[in-house]
T-cell receptor, first 112, second 114 residues
Framework: LAKTTQPISMDSYEGQEVNITCSHN???????ITWYQQFPSQGPRFIIQ???TKVTNEVASLFIPADRKSSTLSLPRVSLSDTAVYYC?????????????FGRGTQLTVWP | GAGVSQSPSNKVTEKGKDVELRCDPI?????LYWYRQSLGQGLEFLIY????????KSGLPSDRFSAERTGGSVSTLTIQRTQQEDSAVYLC????????????FGPGTRLTVT
């Protein structure tokens, strides 16, 4: 099971772009990279998922280099409401198990 | 439509008592998961139900923990003889299909064992 490493915390200001990088050096061929967001007193919420190169949706972009040993979640023009914990996960699609392995995540704080 | 709901939202119990936590998944979702989140920690997988298949109980921390899912819908997580280390937020999630579909989480039940 590929382990992920991400910064414990990050600070930003409203309107800035935020990039959170996650390392997953032991990622396997069948693994997908998924990011979840969690607000206080709420369950996590799916943000984005990718396998390689770049994925973009209405919320964020996910950049994955060719070696796939890291990934970067990019949040454009953050607002105060983006303050949350962001989790990077590696999902083994070669396994029949559906569990998600969450680390401690990155606490993003957006300041006015 | 309605999301995943959990009850109670908060539960305070005395050490040694049994507790039951309830999860109502999104209608039509075949997969249901239970996780536990201790203060300042990430989520810890507990158990996974998929349709009528035998559940994956490999994450349950001890035999004091059990869960069932009736009629492929509502699930109950039971903790017997609660201990102070059981204090955590218990989160339930459901997904439409099987493994690796997007999981939708409920708001959680905050359990405090005194």
């Amino acid at each position: 099971l590929a382990k992920t490493t991400q910064p414990i915390s990050m600070d930003s200001y409203e309107g800035q772009e935020v990039n959170i990088t996650c390392s997953h050096n032991n990622i396997a061929t069948n693994d997908y990279i998924t990011w979840y967001q969690q607000f206080p007193s709420q369950g996590p919420r799916f943000i984005i998922q990718g396998y390689k190169t770049k994925v973009t949706n209405e919320v964020a972009s996910l950049f994955i280099p060719a070696d796939r040993k890291s990934s970067t979640l990019s949040l454009p023009r953050v607002s105060l409401s983006d303050t949350a914990v962001y989790y990077c996960l590696v999902e083994d699609r070669g396994s029949t198990l559906g569990r998600l392995y969450f680390g401690r995540g990155t606490q993003l704080t957006v300041w006015p | 439509g309605a999301g995943v709901s959990q009850s109670p939202s908060n539960k305070v119990t005395e050490k040694g008592k049994d507790v039951e936590l309830r999860c109502d998944p999104i209608s039509g979702h075949t997969a249901l998961y239970w996780y536990r989140q201790s203060l300042g920690q990430g989520l810890e997988f507990l158990i996974y139900f998929q349709g009528n298949s035998a559940p994956d109980k490999s994450g349950l921390p001890s035999d004091r923990f059990s869960a069932e899912r009736t009629g492929g819908s509502v699930s109950t997580l039971t903790i017997q003889r609660t201990q102070q280390e059981d204090s955590a937020v218990y989160l339930c999630a459901s997904s439409l299909g099987g493994a690796f579909d997007e999981q939708y989480f409920g708001p959680g039940t905050r359990l405090t064992v005194t």
